[in-house]
Antibody, heavy 119, light 111 residues
């Protein structure tokens, strides 16, 4: 069965960077685009960008360009999301999600990683 | 570009039908058939309920259906059940720089 398992919760100081990992299993890792979505406490969902695990190509939402980097390691079916220059507004649950090809829809979600930014 | 517009809350009694609207523009909902709907229970990750405007993933109840007219998409839940109480988010691809938008979210309450 498809599983996306993310790394554990992080606490960071303002100005620092955070790196969240997402390990995929149960399907061909390079066969599906992957995205990152975040959700601030009590708020809605926000799309951050996608990565093509096959080529490593990426596309980021304008809001995060220059601050986010998405990478992958195909040898261990894992992708990574690094967000830099953190502020308190970046406090959120970060989800990795699999793209249901051709529909811009997310059929599998990781369990989420809480990132707290606090001085 | 700001989020797609959804009503903050919708309620209904068990067995009734409810409809949640999601309003965008011709650059997103009106221009593409890439509308999806997600259900989120408290403390859980969202779950895909509808994709491509009208399609249900395997395992999703046929009580859930989606549609679109012009710049507004809708999710209808028929024969409402207590387990349907959750937040619901619409989403769409957009030709704007944002590329992908979620709705503001709707809290569904089963009375």
């Amino acid at each position: 069965q498809v599983q996306l398992v993310q790394s554990g919760a992080e606490v960071k100081k303002p100005g620092a960077s955070v790196n969240v990992s997402c390990k995929s299993s149960g399907y061909t890792f390079t066969g599906y685009y992957m995205h990152w979505v975040r959700q601030a406490p009590g708020q809605g969902l926000e799309w951050m960008g996608w990565i093509n695990p096959n080529s490593g190509g990426t596309k980021y939402a304008q809001k995060f360009q220059g601050r986010v980097t998405m990478t992958r390691d195909t040898s261990i079916s894992t992708m990574y999301m690094e967000l830099s220059r953190l502020t308190s507004d970046d406090t959120a649950i970060y989800y990795c999600v699999r793209d249901l090809s051709d529909f811009w829809a997310f059929d599998y979600w990781g369990q989420g990683t809480l990132v707290t930014v606090s001085s | 570009q700001s989020a797609l517009t959804q009503p903050a809350s919708v309620s209904g009694s068990p067995g009734q039908s409810i409809t949640i609207s999601c309003t965008g523009t011709s650059s997103d909902i009106g221009g593409y058939n890439y509308v999806s709907w997600y259900q989120q229970h408290p403390g859980k990750a969202p779950k895909l309920m509808i994709f491509g405007v009208t399609n249900r993933p395997s395992g999703v109840s046929n009580r859930f259906s989606g549609s679109k007219s012009d710049n507004t998409a809708s999710l209808t839940i028929s024969r409402l059940q207590t387990e349907d109480e959750a937040h619901y988010y619409c989403s769409s691809y957009t030709s704007s720089g944002t590329l992908y938008l979620f709705g503001s979210g709707t809290k569904v309450t089963v009375l």
